[in-house]
């Protein structure tokens, strides 16, 4: 190396040719060592597993065929908002590219006017006196101060950008994930049913993420690489034209590249998260069942089940290494080939008399930078497609629209009489036949009503119709005279109170799982509301007391001991009609008893619907529903068969023909 550059040096520069050889092998070093974290980076970042997602049939098929065009575009919609914070970032980002592009100017400086004789540019004598410029010392302490100074505006630039992607990022984040929670609640119930808890979890905890990682982590970069592209070729054009050229030259070999590989790892990414959330929904299903697992003995056969999915999922990121690792080395190689082919190019022009060996480190370092911007943009443009993936789910979530809305125009409502009547209901599920088939009757305000019948007759059905859990197929619900569809949905569901056959409670205090059904109740309130439930001989004998945490789903109580403070939170609501999903099947003989005599508190004065299965927790109704092949007969005593205030029209009988 040093006989090639001796070869094109003037005899009176051979004192400094040692020194000029170091610097360009350290140079050559640090280019080495900078490309090597880049391609170490691509890797790991697209090996990690940082999404999830569920089977392709979770997503609405217009999904799968959009375009990254219009996601792109979609992502706009929703970071519009934050659109002043961006352009901060994006500003702050792209100074960095003159102060890149600074960066080699002290050390050709150095090497040409301060070690060799070489005038400054006329630029640069500006700014500098002559008596500096005419001493090497004072000369070197300027050059030496130069590379401080840009070394710490890199640092500073660095460091507000960091703050700033922060906190524009977590934003964006914050408003995506609420803007998902809120859809995830609105729309029908029935959906998280079909796509379970885990992929809604999943959705909102990481694909929402997406939408900061396509603006910042992705598009940002790629804006900043194709900048700094620009400026290194203008740069290197305008001192060595041929030299650039051949730089220049890998930019159609490195899209090409790119192109090809970016929609090979978008499908593999889709697959990826697929199997991912059958992995995590399989050990959340036997961990959730592990009760029911060790009981029948098969904790092998789930520890097989697991591992198959386990499985799959290696062979999944085995076929992404595999791309992306052939992609790394084509664009790796297309990068040295260009690079030496340009070292070659510049060699003969030092020796030719063209460049200086200042010029040619230059170059170089502006060779090496090049190799940057084009590495980081094909590894941004690879990491957008599983950015793309995340939002594509995130926003199949959005698209998803409430089955059941207000409708325009829908009437507030209070406090709610009691009177209920069905008129002429029909229900039927998505492809299986009708539940309910033109269910007619009314039930005055206070009366208790027991529903009976053989699973699967549609009893919950019922009950859902009355609280819009579901809108009957033909026919209407009525509430106080009026069809449930008029009321706010908001309104008309706090005029129940419900109390399932399996208590939901919250990973919260005792206190807090009764505060639920009143979230404005005093500590007063609660305890009076324990009491009338008859929880609070058991509450208080606790050590914390109210404040003790019930674990998950109420997993550190009883089953009788989570039903009363369902009970509890029930009386706490005191809401004119209340529904019991038969609360007492799985409770013992003597549990049952004392809470049938809570419940009979509970509804005195309300309008009851009490779903069960033995009669003994029916004996205080006033009458029976029962429900056969979707038709109910109604069992009264002569005095309920009254008339009920009815705002559209006559009241339907109240016995009925089967």
Same mark, same amino acid.
């Given at each position: 190396?040093?006989?090639?550059?001796?070869?094109?040096?003037?005899?009176?520069?051979?004192?400094?040719?040692?020194?000029?050889?170091?610097?360009?092998?350290?140079?050559?070093?640090?280019?080495?060592?900078?490309?090597?974290?880049?391609?170490?980076?691509?890797?790991?970042?697209?090996?990690?597993?940082?999404?999830?997602?569920?089977?392709?049939?979770?997503?609405?098929?217009?999904?799968?065929?959009?375009?990254?065009?219009?996601?792109?575009?979609?992502?706009?919609?929703?970071?519009?908002?934050?659109?002043?914070? =961006? @352009?901060? !970032?994006?500003? /702050?980002?792209?100074?960095?590219?003159? $102060?890149?592009? +600074?960066?080699? &100017? %002290?050390?050709?400086?150095?090497?040409?006017?301060?070690?060799?004789?070489?005038?400054?540019?006329?630029?640069?004598?500006?700014?500098?006196?002559?008596?500096?410029?005419?001493?090497?010392?004072?000369?070197?302490?300027?050059?030496?101060?130069?590379?401080?100074?840009?070394?710490?505006?890199?640092?500073?630039?660095?460091?507000?950008?960091?703050?700033?992607?922060?906190?524009?990022?977590?934003?964006?984040?914050?408003?995506?994930?609420?803007?998902?929670?809120?859809?995830?609640?609105?729309?029908?119930?029935?959906?998280?049913?079909?796509?379970?808890?885990?992929?809604?979890?999943?959705?909102?905890?990481?694909?929402?993420?997406?939408?900061?990682?396509?603006?910042?982590?992705?598009?940002?970069?790629?804006?900043?690489?194709?900048?700094?592209?620009?400026? =290194? @070729?203008? !740069?290197?054009? /305008?001192?060595?034209?041929?030299?650039? $050229?051949?730089? +220049?030259?890998? &930019? %159609?070999?490195?899209?090409?590249?790119?192109?090809?590989?970016?929609?090979?790892?978008?499908?593999?990414?889709?697959?990826?998260?697929?199997?991912?959330?059958?992995?995590?929904?399989?050990?959340?299903?036997?961990?959730?069942?592990?009760?029911?697992?060790?009981?029948?003995?098969?904790?092998?056969?789930?520890?097989?089940?697991?591992?198959?999915?386990?499985?799959?999922?290696?062979?999944?990121?085995?076929?992404?290494?595999?791309?992306?690792?052939?992609?790394?080395?084509?664009?790796?190689?297309?990068?040295?080939?260009?690079?030496?082919?340009?070292?070659?190019?510049?060699?003969?022009?030092?020796?030719?008399?063209?460049?200086?060996?200042?010029?040619?480190?230059?170059?170089?370092?502006?060779?090496?930078?090049?190799?940057?911007?084009?590495?980081?943009?094909?590894?941004? !443009?690879?990491?957008?497609?599983?950015?793309?993936?995340?939002?594509?789910?995130?926003?199949?979530?959005?698209?998803?629209?409430?089955?059941?809305?207000?409708?325009?125009?829908?009437?507030?409502?209070?406090?709610?009489?009691?009177?209920?009547?069905?008129?002429?209901?029909?229900?039927?599920?998505?492809?299986?036949?009708?539940?309910?088939?033109?269910?007619?009757?009314?039930?005055?305000?206070?009366?208790?009503?027991?529903?009976?019948?053989?699973?699967?007759?549609?009893?919950?059905?019922?009950?859902?119709?009355?609280?819009?859990?579901?809108?009957?197929?033909?026919?209407?619900?009525?509430?106080?005279?009026?069809?449930?569809?008029?009321?706010?949905?908001?309104?008309?569901?706090?005029?129940?109170?419900?109390?399932?056959?399996?208590?939901?409670?919250?990973?919260?205090?005792?206190?807090?799982?009764?505060?639920?059904?009143?979230?404005?109740?005093?500590?007063?309130?609660?305890?009076?509301?324990?009491?009338?439930?008859?929880?609070?001989?058991?509450?208080?004998?606790?050590?914390?007391?109210?404040?003790?945490?019930?674990?998950?789903?109420?997993?550190?109580?009883?089953?009788?001991?989570?039903?009363?403070?369902?009970?509890?939170?029930?009386?706490?609501?005191?809401?004119?009609?209340?529904?019991?999903?038969?609360?007492?099947?799985?409770?013992?003989?003597?549990?049952?008893?004392?809470?049938?005599?809570?419940?009979?508190?509970?509804?005195?004065?309300?309008?009851?619907?009490?779903?069960?299965?033995?009669?003994?927790?029916?004996?205080?109704?006033?009458?029976?529903?029962?429900?056969?092949?979707?038709?109910?007969?109604?069992?009264?005593?002569?005095?309920?068969?009254?008339?009920?205030?009815?705002?559209?029209?006559?009241?339907?009988?109240?016995?009925?023909?089967?």
């Amino acid at each position: 190396m040093s006989a090639i550059f001796g070869a094109a040096m003037d005899p009176g520069e051979n004192r400094f040719k040692t020194f000029t050889s170091f610097l360009l092998r350290v140079f050559l070093l640090r280019l080495r060592l900078l490309v090597t974290p880049i391609r170490m980076h691509r890797q790991s970042s697209w090996t990690e597993p940082n999404q999830f997602m569920s089977s392709p049939n979770q997503i609405h098929p217009v999904e799968n065929r959009r375009s990254t065009f219009s996601l792109l575009r979609r992502t706009w919609s929703v970071i519009a908002p934050f659109r002043w914070q =961006l @352009a901060c !970032l994006c500003f /702050v980002l792209l100074l960095s590219i003159p $102060l890149n592009l +600074l960066t080699p &100017l %002290p050390l050709t400086l150095a090497i040409d006017s301060v070690v060799g004789t070489r005038p400054l540019p006329p630029l640069i004598q500006a700014w500098i006196p002559s008596d500096v410029r005419s001493s090497t010392a004072a000369l070197m302490i300027v050059v030496s101060a130069a590379y401080i100074g840009i070394a710490l505006c890199i640092h500073l630039q660095a460091m507000v950008l960091w703050i700033l992607s922060s906190y524009t990022g977590e934003r964006l984040i914050y408003a995506f994930r609420s803007r998902l929670f809120e859809h995830l609640q609105r729309i029908c119930w029935s959906y998280h049913e079909a796509h379970g808890p885990t992929d809604s979890v999943y959705r909102i905890q990481h694909d929402a993420a997406s939408v900061k990682q396509i603006p910042i982590d992705a598009l940002l970069p790629f804006l900043r690489a194709c900048c700094l592209l620009a400026g =290194l @070729a203008t !740069l290197m054009l /305008v001192i060595d034209r041929e030299f650039a $050229l051949v730089g +220049l030259a890998m &930019l %159609p070999i490195l899209y090409w590249l790119t192109h090809r590989c970016g929609r090979r790892l978008r499908r593999q990414w889709s697959d990826i998260k697929s199997i991912e959330t059958a992995t995590v929904t399989c050990a959340q299903e036997v961990f959730g069942a592990s009760r029911l697992v060790k009981a029948f003995g098969r904790e092998e056969h789930e520890q097989q089940r697991f591992l198959r999915h386990a499985m799959n999922w290696v062979r999944q990121h085995n076929a992404l290494a595999s791309i992306s690792g052939g992609f790394d080395f084509k664009f790796g190689m297309t990068v040295t080939i260009g690079t030496a082919i340009a070292l070659f190019v510049g060699i003969n022009h030092v020796k030719s008399g063209r460049l200086s060996i200042g010029d040619l480190l230059l170059l170089m370092a502006y060779m090496a930078q090049l190799a940057g911007p084009l590495e980081t943009a094909a590894k941004k !443009l690879a990491e957008l497609q599983s950015h793309l993936v995340g939002f594509r789910r995130a926003l199949a979530i959005l698209e998803t629209p409430p089955v059941i809305t207000d409708k325009p125009g829908s009437l507030p409502l209070v406090k709610a009489q009691g009177h209920v009547a069905f008129r002429g209901v029909s229900f039927a599920y998505p492809s299986a036949p009708a539940v309910l088939r033109d269910v007619s009757f009314h039930i005055p305000a206070g009366t208790r009503v027991g529903i009976v019948g053989p699973s699967g007759a549609g009893k919950s059905t019922l009950v859902n119709l009355l609280t819009r859990f579901l809108d009957p197929s033909a026919g209407a619900v009525l509430l106080d005279g009026r069809d449930v569809r008029d009321y706010r949905l908001t309104d008309l569901r706090n005029q129940f109170a419900i109390v399932p056959q399996d208590p939901q409670l919250f990973s919260t205090t005792i206190a807090e799982n009764i505060r639920y059904g009143n979230l404005q109740a005093t500590a007063e309130q609660i305890e009076a509301a324990a009491e009338a439930a008859h929880a609070d001989r058991f509450i208080k004998s606790m050590p914390q007391g109210y404040n003790t945490p019930v674990g998950e789903r109420g997993s550190r109580l009883s089953g009788g001991e989570r039903q009363r403070i369902a009970l509890a939170r029930a009386f706490l609501r005191n809401a004119p009609i209340v529904i019991l999903d038969e609360p007492t099947s799985a409770l013992d003989a003597r549990t049952e008893m004392d809470l049938i005599e809570v419940m009979e508190r509970l509804t005195a004065g309300r309008t009851t619907f009490m779903i069960a299965h033995r009669t003994n927790t029916l004996r205080h109704c006033d009458l029976q529903l029962l429900l056969r092949e979707g038709r109910v007969c109604l069992q009264a005593p002569p005095l309920l068969r009254e008339p009920v205030p009815n705002e559209l029209g006559p009241t339907p009988e109240p016995v009925l023909s089967i």
